[in-house]
């Protein structure tokens, strides 16, 4: 039986969506961060549970021929990325494999994705970086969480980030530390800064700065102001975000603006967006429009139709087919976002387009009798829909539903809710919004089974993998 800090040498003959590498020692399970499918490694046993086991890479006798360069000097120990260490086409696959996986597992259906499509950036592509301070004797530093912890690894420039964001993050530590305004520590409850908040727009160049504290008051704010505007003429938004809450959510909704406009905005497909610090916007605008393209692709919306968008955030998908369909319904949330869909809607003269603040499944509800969507958008969180949701779409009986996940286990979940009820998986794609990570994002087209014009018809429940 093995110990801990023992040593080995390991095949690795498999990876996991969390970029560790998979090895047996007499049929024993032991799982490495920072492997690749082919290495030869000597690892040093840190974890020895009942049925697996942590090592850590000690020494790499053979590389496999799926290892690229790795040019972050916080991976592997930064808790973002879990793929840097292999080449591109490999993360790729493993992501397909991990759709068609959730999709069979747990939805019991027998599919592919159609397509696996790559980012056309997989650096510095992210358009919003969220950093956690943490305070090293007199200085502050910015950086990211460490792998399933809270403790934070200082970086600067992080590799998924665009370049102008490092001499943003310097000029606000540079501006802490002279002001003597240190970072909050979570367990003592001591210091002022939670997070540094960076969003821009890729095609405008707008940039957003926003400083989570939680003090509603800073030293010298407008010596923070003055030093930003002078480390970048794009930034268009400087917001003091005040979170006094005893939690992981970063943002609160009590902010503050200290310089120029409550919003930034961005492009896609064309259209121009209004975003303001708490609405929700995909972070790779590269692959957003692909994704959109593709929901509008398979949604395809005429004249006649009717389109419930839920989860809308700032609007953007239902936006982007207004002009195809007869008329738009979003439903979001947060009333910012609402607040920037109507002025979207507006600003791109779209006129067929109507937004409600409220939860996807009560709106949804409230909507029975006044709307009857023919298409409906389902762009939920990372836990899905809930069961009313489910409910409350089925019984709007729309022919089709395309649903845009970045959870592929609870979008398979959902699915198969919707195939009990009447509806066929036609389309299923994979895109990858968020490259080097184990994140990956699905689109499917659900279409109701025939016209009917009635959600009572019960079909009969599908046998598992009985669905192509
Ligand atoms: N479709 C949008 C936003 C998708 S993200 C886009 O592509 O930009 C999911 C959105 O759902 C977020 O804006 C979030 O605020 C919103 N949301 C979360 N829970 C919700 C609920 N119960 N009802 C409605 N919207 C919700």
């Known amino acids: 039986m093995l110990k801990k800090n023992d040593t080995l040498i390991v095949d690795i003959t498999d990876m996991t969506s969390e970029g560790y590498g ?9 799982f490495v961060l920072g492997c690749a499918t082919g290495d030869k490694a000597e690892i040093k046993m840190m974890k020895v549970l009942k049925n697996f086991g942590y090592g850590k890479l000690i020494n790499l006798i053979q ?17 973002g990325c879990v793929f840097r260490h292999i080449k591109y086409e490999e993360e790729l696959n493993i992501k397909k494999n991990i759709v068609a ?21 997989i650096e510095r ?6 950093y956690p301070a943490v305070q090293v004797g007199e200085n502050i530093q910015f950086g990211f969480y460490a792998r399933g ?16 964001f490092e001499p943003i993050v310097k000029c606000v530590k540079d501006y802490c530390d002279n002001n003597k305004i240190r970072a909050y520590n979570e367990e003592t409850g001591i210091g002022t800064i939670r997070h540094l908040y960076i969003r821009c727009g890729i095609e405008t160049g ?10 509603d008051k800073l030293r010298n704010e407008q010596e923070l102001v003055s030093s930003l505007l002078k480390t970048n003429n794009k930034i268009q938004s400087i917001v003091l975000d005040v979170n006094t809450d005893n939690t992981n959510v970063i943002l609160s909704e009590n902010y503050r603006v200290l310089s120029g406009k409550e919003f930034i905005q961005e492009k896609l497909n064309g259209l121009t967006f209004n975003i303001s610090p708490l609405s929700f916007f995909q972070v790779n605008k590269y692959t957003a429009e692909l994704i959109y393209s593709k929901t509008c692709e398979y949604a395809s919306p005429t004249k006649d139709d009717v389109i419930l968008d839920l989860y809308c955030g700032t609007g953007t ?15 979001e949330i947060i009333q910012d976002a609402v607040d920037n869909a109507v002025i979207n809607a507006k600003n791109n003269g779209i006129s067929n387009a109507e937004f409600i603040c409220g939860d996807a499944g009560v709106i949804a509800n409230d909507l029975e009798n006044k709307i009857k969507p023919s298409v409906v958008i389902l762009d939920p969180p990372r836990a899905g829909l809930d069961e009313n949701t489910v409910k409350q779409v089925v019984k709007m009986n729309p022919k089709k539903i395309v649903m845009v996940s970045c959870n592929s286990a609870t979008a398979a979940r959902d699915c198969k809710s919707f195939a009990e ?11 990858d919004m968020f490259p080097r990570t184990g994140h990956v994002e699905t689109v499917i087209g659900l279409y109701r089974k025939d016209n009917l014009s009635s959600a009572k018809v019960t079909y009969p429940k599908l046998a598992k993998n009985d669905h192509h």
Not at 22 to 30: G, S
Not at 125 to 130: D, P
Not at 421 to 431: K, V
Request: glycine content about 6%; aromatic content about 6%; hydrophobic content about 35%.
């Open 22 to 30: 998979v090895c047996r020692h007499e049929n024993y399970v032991i």
């Open 63 to 79: 590389q496999s021929e799926l290892r690229t360069e790795n040019k972050c000097k916080a991976f592997p120990s930064c808790g």
């Open 101 to 121: 996986h959730n999709f069979k597992a747990i939805g019991g259906f027998d599919l592919e994705p159609e397509e696996m499509v790559g980012s056309p950036l």
């Open 125 to 130: 592509y992210r358009n919003k970086a969220e």
């Open 149 to 164: 912890s809270h403790r934070v690894i200082p970086c600067d420039d992080c590799l998924l980030q665009p370049a102008s």
């Open 206 to 215: 707008e940039i957003m700065v926003c400083l989570v504290s939680r003090k």
């Open 317 to 331: 998908i239902g936006l982007s087919m207004a002009e195809s369909a007869k008329e738009v319904v979003g439903v």
């Open 421 to 431: 009820s009447g509806y066929t998986i036609e389309h299923l794609s994979a895109f």
